[in-house]
């Protein structure tokens, strides 16, 4: 199955043909500012934010901003939210199902700007992968979270990975735009 659905997307270029429109200035700019809306979402737009979680679980913020965190680490921040920060968190939830296809697309857009010349290279679906980690860490910890003082070890366990193969491909991509930026400077410079 795998392999027939990177068979559609390379063959048919779907991807390559949506970064190519999105790379454009115009929908960098859109990305942009729909990562800032989203930011701004978490952080305060509305009252189930980061900020009132944060003010009703005693500091704590929510997991998926860790870079990785244990079974126990993460029990004891869901006990720390009570029901209160429990159903603001299952709340912003629904915010982070669309984050990462904006912030996926934006890098991968950036990354297409910098590696797609003579032909892309496979560094520009890193950001996607990133996606796909945090979609399955938002499923896992929604989970936990909804049966919560009910607690999987195992989930908890697999929702930790996930965020880390999430940050770690992100830091990744972001490493290399910058690469790639820096690499674009030293060419005009040098011209």
């Not at 900020?51 to 965190?69: D, E, Q, R, T």
């Not at 029901?83 to 982070?96: E, M, P, R, T």
Request: hydrophobic content about 55%; aromatic content about 20%.
């Amino acid at each position: 199955m795998i392999s027939a659905l990177y068979f559609f997307i390379m063959k048919k270029n779907i991807v390559y043909r949506l970064l190519s429109q999105t790379s454009k200035i115009v929908w960098l700019v859109v990305l942009i500012v729909l990562y800032l809306l989203f930011y701004y979402a978490f952080n305060g737009m509305f009252s189930f934010g980061i900020g009132h979680i944060k003010a009703v679980s005693g500091g704590y913020s929510i997991p998926g901003l860790k870079f990785y965190y244990t079974a126990h680490q993460l029990h004891e921040l869901f006990d720390h939210y009570g029901s209160i920060g429990i159903s603001d968190y299952l709340k912003l939830q629904w915010i982070d199902m669309f984050y990462p296809i904006v912030y996926s697309l934006l890098l991968s857009s950036l990354l297409f700007l910098f590696f797609n010349e003579p032909k892309p290279k496979p560094i520009i679906y890193v950001p996607f992968l990133a996606a796909m980690f945090d979609y399955a860490e938002n499923i896992l910890l929604h989970s936990i979270a909804e049966s919560f003082p009910v607690f999987n070890n195992t989930l908890a366990r697999f929702a930790a990975l996930c965020t880390a193969w999430k940050w770690l491909l992100i830091y990744l991509s972001i490493l290399f735009i910058f690469y790639g930026l820096g690499k674009r400077i030293v060419v005009r410079i040098k011209k």
